[in-house]
């Protein structure tokens, strides 16, 4: 549009041009930040990849993109304006650019000083939100959240419940421990807060309490050759495994006993082999066994048979294992890191599983590697170096 009114004869000679003029620069400005994305947001702002500008750069992008938002259809009520005074009126276009337009003109520019407006009460607030600020009391908060410890239910005990347990670890301690709502039953495995005074036998992997360490895009934040980011996108059971295995948590991402022997891993590495390679069987078998008809049309033409159907069927059965260990492994990581639910309280396990598995299952690896120390590895079953410490 810009280069057909520059190349027209009259270019920008009438009320109606400048207007279009006007309203296609400020489409271009709003269309230009927009391309950058997060490029201006502050380097390390927690929970945005690819940052890389600073405070200034963020205002000013943020201040053009809602400058440009506001104005462009500001614009469109002048031209309108402007062409209708032009069809109705016998007017000159001389004295109609000279005494209307300037005040169509301003009505545009209105944004810019609500603009200023907005940044001037907005640095206000941040002022006084800084002065009001106590980064100790905060601090403290976090801290004061524990890492909750796993207790075995001596019985079948209702929702509510206190149950005198005792500690495992050099000076026992004796205390009470609440029984989850939902109940459960002899043998099982329930998380509780810690006694005060109490600290593990074994030396444990440091991470994050009350809080994720990071975001759940936050997939390159150790580079793009990291080994736990390929495993997660390429293979994300196995990955789901090793984190299953260093949490100590079953196939089906249920809870076991601290300090018990588990063979998680292996169990999921034996799944994950056992589909694929019957899928890859079936797949051919339906190959081979494919009517000319359904083949010429492609794969969605081909008519069930007993076959295709039991592929079907375990192809399903695979995919809701997947998303339920997924989200019961998510919901204990937070339970004993006590991470509460950001959004979409009571089904935040189950969205992030659902729809974000990959992103999900890097955010649970990252949290619990501790990755600044120890090395990412594809071929162990936690994902760790043999030497590095336990989680749980």
């Not at 593990?200 to 150790?222: H, M």
């Not at 997947?322 to 189950?350: H, K």
């Amino acid at each position: 549009m810009i280069y057909m009114i520059l190349q027209s004869e009259i270019k920008l000679g009438t009320p109606f041009h400048h207007h279009i003029f006007a309203m296609c620069i400020v489409d271009l400005l709003q269309s230009g930040v927009a391309l950058l994305s997060t490029l201006p947001s502050p380097v390390d702002t927690p929970g945005i990849w690819g940052a890389y500008g600073n405070e200034m750069t963020c205002s000013i992008t943020g201040f053009i993109f809602f400058y440009a938002s506001n104005a462009a259809p500001l614009y469109i009520a002048p031209s309108a304006s402007t062409a209708s005074a032009s069809c109705n009126t016998k007017s000159h276009k001389k004295a109609l650019r000279e005494r209307i337009e300037p005040f169509l003109q301003a009505g545009a520019l209105r944004p810019l000083t609500y603009n200023l407006q907005q940044v001037q009460a907005l640095e206000m607030i941040a002022q006084q939100i800084d002065s009001k600020k106590e980064p100790l009391a905060v601090n403290a908060a976090v801290v004061s959240s524990p890492k909750f410890i796993r207790v075995i239910a001596p019985s079948n005990l209702p929702g509510g419940y206190q149950v005198a347990v005792q500690t495992d670890n050099e000076q026992p301690i004796t205390f009470m421990a609440t029984v989850p709502m939902e109940g459960v039953k002899a043998g099982e495995v329930f998380l509780t807060p810690p006694p005060p005074g109490y600290a593990s036998t074994f030396p444990q992997v440091e991470a994050p309490i009350g809080r994720w360490k990071d975001g759940l895009c936050d997939c390159f934040n150790y580079g793009c050759c990291h080994a736990q980011l390929w495993l997660s996108f390429l293979c994300p059971e196995i990955a789901m495994g090793q984190v299953m295995q260093r949490m100590r948590l079953t196939w089906l991402g249920g809870l076991v006993e601290s300090h018990s022997r588990v063979d998680t891993f292996k169990t999921v590495l034996i799944i994950v082999v056992c589909y694929n390679v019957f899928s890859a069987a079936m797949d051919t078998y339906l190959a081979y066994n494919a009517d000319p008809a359904a083949a010429y049309y492609g794969y969605g033409a081909r008519k069930a048979t007993p076959v295709s159907m039991i592929k079907d069927a375990v192809s399903f059965l695979y995919m809701c294992w997947s998303l339920f260990a997924l989200c019961q492994t998510r919901r204990n990581v937070r339970r004993t890191y006590s991470i509460p639910e950001q959004s979409c309280s009571g089904c935040e396990d189950c969205l992030c599983s659902t729809f974000c598995t990959c992103c999900t299952i890097g955010q649970i690896a990252r949290h619990t590697g501790e990755y600044e120390k120890y090395p990412s590895l594809c071929c162990t079953e936690t994902g760790l170096p043999d030497h590095a410490p336990s989680v749980v």
